[in-house]
């Protein structure tokens, strides 16, 4: 077999990092090369874009660093029995790689996951391989996130922690029965050991930057995880539900979701059509919800239908309210800014105008139009001085009064 080249290489390893979702480059510390110091930046402007909390669009070289494996994950493109092209790079490939793409402007950071060949350990050196080369080398100051593997030790993963921006490990799957039947290798209770070993490590490095101004530093963004939808039997309550606890439990800075996607040579035990990818969005809106608008995992599972999914044709914030219309009409002069989070169509930076508006001024219907996108969806569940919704909350057809129109695209539309 001829020797592939790292272009090779790139387009076969690059393709089957597609399916991680959780490669988000919020929260890191800020560091540059400014002065002459280094090599890269976490900060400006962008190949895989993430997106930070303040709007800015970073881009990261996502690969992974191997695509064999020795596991069989049913739902995985690289499973030991799939039938895939195959590739591995060598750590100073991958630096190589990421040097070259920083220098010509097309990245600002690394996403770095990998097959497990060999076995777990193995496999961890040569990612915490790749990041000490960087860091240390060539005093790279870019973003870098690893995907650790919960199966090595925990003494690997805690130094990929002290390269890496941030960790991750991946729970998979919603439920510890669809992980024991879709992914017989992986365990569930070592898979949460591991990502409580590093909430304890980041704990620890946090305590030690208090005393000790020059501490290291471990995954100053903190770690995340990812759940795959629509692999298994779970609900989008039992989702809900999970990533409740996993946000208690471990920390977490993100939980991300990635809807199932069918995969050459599939497995019997794996459904033949992946679910819609609204249910995936109406999941982030449902995590939004409990990390940025006061709802309990309770109230978001209360606004899920009869098959304990969340509606498709509206959001989460929506459904709920319209299951607990007793709770509104609330008056945006006078509500609690708990009170108007609760209210479909106003976000948090609508909220806080309000509050800040109201100290001056009795807010009008006009006044509230001008801080949200669709003030229909707003009508009938506020009230102002010049309006009150009167029957409007109450009507049996505001669901469909609301919900988001369907629209047939237009080909050649301007």
Request: charged share 25%; proline share 5%.
């Amino acid at each position: 077999m001829a020797q592939q080249t790292i272009l090779q290489k790139l387009e076969i390893l690059a393709d089957a990092a597609k399916y991680d979702a959780s490669c988000a480059s919020s929260g890191t510390a800020k560091k540059n090369s400014l002065g002459g110091k280094g090599i890269g930046s976490t900060e400006g402007m962008g190949i895989c874009h993430a997106y930070a909390p303040d709007g800015r669009c970073i881009s990261l070289l996502k690969i992974l660093l191997t695509n064999h494996c020795v596991f069989d994950c049913h739902y995985c493109v690289n499973r030991k029995s799939s039938n895939v092209a195959r590739a591995r790079f060598t750590p100073q490939e991958v630096v190589d790689l990421t040097l070259a793409f920083y220098r010509r402007n097309y990245i600002e950071g690394l996403f770095l996951s990998s097959g497990i060949v060999k076995n777990s350990n193995h496999t961890m050196e040569q990612i915490v391989e790749v990041a000490r080369i960087l860091r240390e080398e060539h005093d790279f100051r870019g973003y870098i996130h690893l995907k650790t593997i919960p199966e090595a030790d925990a003494e690997i993963v805690h130094q990929a922690g002290l390269y890496a921006d941030r960790v991750s490990i991946n729970v998979e799957l919603p439920t510890d029965s669809g992980l024991t039947r879709l992914a017989p290798d992986k365990d569930a209770r070592q898979i949460e050991g591991a990502m409580g070993k590093v909430k304890a490590d980041l704990a620890e490095a946090k305590d030690a930057h208090k005393r000790f101004k020059h501490a290291p530093r471990f995954a100053p963004a903190g770690q995340s995880t990812q759940m795959i939808v629509g692999a298994d039997a779970a609900t989008d309550a039992d989702i809900v539900g999970k990533a409740s606890r996993l946000y208690d439990n471990f920390r977490l800075r993100r939980v991300y979701y990635s809807a199932f996607s069918p995969i050459p040579d599939a497995s019997a035990v794996l459904p033949l059509k992946r679910p819609p990818l609204i249910r995936e969005h109406r999941l982030y809106q449902s995590d939004w919800l409990m990390r940025f608008y006061g709802y309990k995992p309770a109230e978001v599972m209360q606004a899920t239908e009869a098959d304990g999914n969340l509606p498709l044709d509206i959001d989460p914030k929506l459904a709920w309210a319209l299951k607990f219309r007793e709770q509104f009409p609330v008056d945006v002069n006078r509500s609690t800014k708990e009170q108007l989070l609760r209210v479909p169509g106003l976000g948090v930076k609508a909220v806080g105008k309000i509050l800040a508006s109201r100290r001056h001024r009795a807010l009008r219907l006009d006044d509230v139009a001008l801080l949200t996108q669709s003030i229909t969806k707003v009508r009938p569940f506020i009230c102002t001085v010049d309006w009150r919704p009167v029957m409007l909350t109450d009507r049996a057809d505001l669901r469909s009064l609301l919900a988001p129109k369907a629209e047939q695209l237009e080909l050649f539309a301007a």
